[in-house]
């Protein structure tokens, strides 16, 4: 019998064994994409204590103690931090085959050397340790990051941020890039006029100017666009159910935005149709400056209305959507693709249903001159478990090339979340290991084999990126 979180945790050959040990452990970090607070780490914050680092945002951690019967109080409400942690710790031993079980330890381990299982009884030893430890200095949100060996942090902004922390962030030398990405959600939301008139409002206020027309809303869009690109943005992202790829016309998004300016509803003919010139604007601006969009799909979010009107969105009331991806995002590729303005693109999916669709879909549009121009992305949100992983990871390696592969990102508010890239490189090296004592891959060629396995960790989303200054020994 193994022990529990043991250094060979998740490998289960020696070939694996060598590769992680050898091959994977020591590879830093690119966090390519994450909700982490640009503010808090210009601040270098200092976390309270361990329930405001690890409860404070955690939604995933939410739907546990949700599950586990706890009341809201203890996640989003006012209970004393110690007491929210208790009951944190009371609902881990029941999260048993859940990743945060595993994550939860990884976490304690890898930060704070703590290797008791958290549990009603650990709790009151482990809150205080690790609450102590993260008031220290060398548990800065900046320190956090070194730790971890963390080379480049790209996080997730609005365009009308003012991006005031990245820019101090620079202004103060830290020597980690902390880079923006440009997430337009918000701009191509018409289904509530109000919220939209709210965004063209914000964005009016950011860009000194009237926004009146469809015209004029596309001129400040892309003034934010290359203000973000001024600061060292070089990637777009999107969190969307689904592509959008319906024939439009210019009058028709016009007539459409004069309404929403009005504060008139529009028919679900006309969003679509909205959504899908916006997203189509947006691509050839990325485009235009060779950044790398990407395109979280299949999210069905805030299903729990009650909690949204009480508490908002992104509070655990997500889930796996089944839209039909296939046909509109093949459109929407090949549209861009036909006018020579695709730019490198990552597709990430969330349904497990549809991992081959997506694998293929990101084949069809390789262009030969760019490595891995369009990447299946990696298991996200509701797959970045070991099964999810795994099946990502093989649906990519029978469709396409997983040696190319950018691999993984935290896609995450915690500053403690990075133990999720070890998580990764073990089930990675597990699958290698494995096909090589199995005969499926030569062992002779081992050499070759860990270089897959550095490229993966680290080394292609360097290059892909265009941060490849990162590499070491090149």
Same mark, same amino acid.
């Given at each position: @019998?193994?022990?529990?979180?043991?250094?060979?945790?998740?490998?289960?050959?020696?070939?694996?064994?060598?590769?992680?040990?050898?091959?994977?452990?020591?590879?830093?970090?690119?966090?390519?994409?994450?909700?982490?607070?640009?503010?808090?780490?210009? #601040?270098? $914050?200092?976390?309270?204590?361990?329930?405001?680092?690890?409860?404070?945002?955690?939604? $995933?951690?939410?739907?546990? @103690?949700? !599950?586990?019967?706890?009341?809201?109080?203890?996640?989003?409400?006012?209970?004393?931090?110690? #007491?929210?942690?208790?009951?944190?710790?009371?609902?881990?031993?029941?999260?048993?085959?859940?990743?945060?079980?595993?994550?939860?330890?990884? #976490?304690?381990?890898?930060?704070?050397?703590?290797?008791? +299982?958290?549990?009603?009884?650990? !709790?009151?030893?482990?809150?205080?340790?690790?609450?102590?430890?993260?008031?220290?200095?060398? $548990?800065?949100?900046?320190?956090?990051?070194?730790?971890? /060996?963390?080379?480049?942090?790209?996080?997730?902004?609005?365009?009308?941020?003012?991006?005031?922390?990245?820019?101090?962030?620079?202004?103060?030398?830290?020597?980690?890039?902390? %880079?923006?990405?440009?997430?337009?959600?918000?701009?191509?939301?018409?289904?509530?006029?109000?919220?939209?008139?709210?965004?063209?409002?914000?964005?009016?206020? &950011?860009?000194?100017?009237?926004?009146?027309?469809?015209?004029?809303?596309?001129?400040?869009?892309?003034?934010?666009?290359?203000?973000?690109?001024?600061?060292?943005?070089?990637?777009?992202?999107?969190?969307?159910?689904?592509?959008? !790829?319906?024939?439009?016309?210019?009058?028709?998004?016009?007539?459409?935005?004069?309404?929403?300016?009005?504060?008139?509803?529009?028919?679900?003919?006309?969003?679509?149709?909205?959504?899908?010139?916006? +997203?189509?604007?947006?691509?050839?601006?990325?485009?235009?400056?060779?950044?790398?969009?990407?395109?979280? %799909? /299949?999210?069905?979010?805030?299903?729990?209305?009650?909690? %949204?009107?009480?508490? /908002?969105?992104? &509070?655990?009331?997500?889930?796996?959507?089944?839209?039909?991806?296939?046909?509109?995002?093949?459109? *929407?590729?090949?549209?861009?693709?036909?006018?020579?303005?695709?730019?490198?693109?990552?597709?990430?999916?969330?349904?497990?249903?549809?991992?081959?669709?997506?694998?293929? @879909?990101?084949?069809?549009?390789?262009?030969?001159?760019?490595?891995?121009?369009?990447? *299946?992305?990696?298991?996200?949100?509701?797959?970045?478990?070991?099964?999810?992983?795994?099946?990502?990871?093989?649906?990519?390696?029978?469709? /396409? +090339?997983?040696?190319? *592969?950018?691999? @993984?990102?935290?896609?995450?508010?915690?500053?403690?979340?990075?133990?999720?890239?070890?998580?990764?490189?073990?089930?990675?090296?597990?699958?290698?290991?494995?096909?090589?004592?199995?005969? #499926?891959?030569?062992?002779?060629?081992?050499?070759?084999?860990?270089?897959?396995?550095?490229?993966?960790?680290?080394?292609?989303?360097?290059?892909?990126?265009?941060?490849?200054?990162?590499?070491?020994?090149?």
């Amino acid at each position: @019998m193994k022990p529990f979180l043991d250094k060979d945790f998740l490998l289960e050959t020696e070939t694996a064994k060598k590769l992680y040990h050898e091959a994977a452990v020591d590879m830093p970090i690119i966090d390519y994409h994450c909700h982490l607070s640009p503010q808090q780490i210009a #601040e270098d $914050y200092q976390f309270s204590d361990i329930t405001e680092a690890w409860l404070g945002g955690d939604h $995933y951690k939410w739907r546990a @103690m949700r !599950a586990n019967g706890i009341d809201e109080s203890y996640m989003t409400g006012n209970k004393p931090a110690k #007491e929210k942690f208790l009951q944190w710790a009371r609902t881990v031993p029941y999260t048993m085959r859940n990743p945060l079980y595993h994550w939860t330890h990884l #976490e304690l381990q890898r930060y704070f050397g703590i290797t008791d +299982l958290l549990n009603e009884n650990s !709790a009151d030893a482990i809150y205080e340790k690790a609450s102590a430890l993260l008031r220290t200095p060398e $548990y800065s949100v900046k320190n956090l990051l070194r730790k971890m /060996g963390v080379k480049t942090v790209c996080t997730t902004d609005d365009p009308t941020d003012d991006l005031k922390w990245h820019q101090k962030l620079k202004d103060d030398g830290f020597e980690i890039p902390v %880079l923006p990405a440009f997430r337009p959600d918000k701009a191509m939301a018409p289904e509530d006029p109000a919220a939209f008139n709210h965004f063209v409002s914000l964005l009016e206020k &950011v860009t000194d100017s009237k926004i009146n027309t469809y015209p004029d809303y596309l001129k400040q869009l892309k003034s934010r666009h290359d203000f973000f690109a001024s600061m060292g943005c070089s990637v777009s992202d999107h969190g969307l159910e689904e592509i959008y !790829a319906e024939d439009f016309t210019t009058d028709e998004i016009e007539i459409v935005f004069k309404q929403l300016r009005a504060g008139q509803t529009i028919n679900l003919d006309q969003n679509r149709k909205f959504k899908s010139a916006m +997203l189509l604007q947006f691509a050839k601006w990325d485009h235009e400056k060779g950044w790398v969009q990407q395109f979280h %799909l /299949g999210a069905l979010r805030n299903n729990n209305t009650r909690l %949204l009107q009480q508490m /908002g969105a992104d &509070v655990g009331c997500d889930s796996i959507g089944d839209f039909k991806q296939a046909v509109a995002l093949s459109k *929407f590729l090949r549209t861009l693709d036909d006018a020579d303005q695709l730019t490198k693109t990552i597709i990430y999916n969330l349904n497990p249903a549809d991992n081959e669709i997506f694998a293929t @879909m990101a084949g069809n549009f390789n262009d030969g001159k760019t490595v891995g121009k369009i990447q *299946f992305g990696a298991a996200w949100w509701f797959l970045d478990q070991k099964n999810g992983m795994i099946s990502q990871l093989n649906a990519l390696s029978n469709m /396409g +090339l997983v040696s190319r *592969f950018v691999g @993984m990102l935290t896609d995450s508010r915690s500053f403690l979340s990075y133990p999720r890239h070890e998580y990764f490189r073990r089930i990675l090296c597990n699958l290698f290991g494995t096909e090589v004592e199995n005969g #499926e891959l030569p062992a002779e060629q081992l050499n070759w084999i860990s270089q897959i396995i550095k490229d993966i960790c680290f080394n292609n989303a360097a290059n892909y990126f265009g941060w490849s200054h990162l590499i070491e020994n090149k």
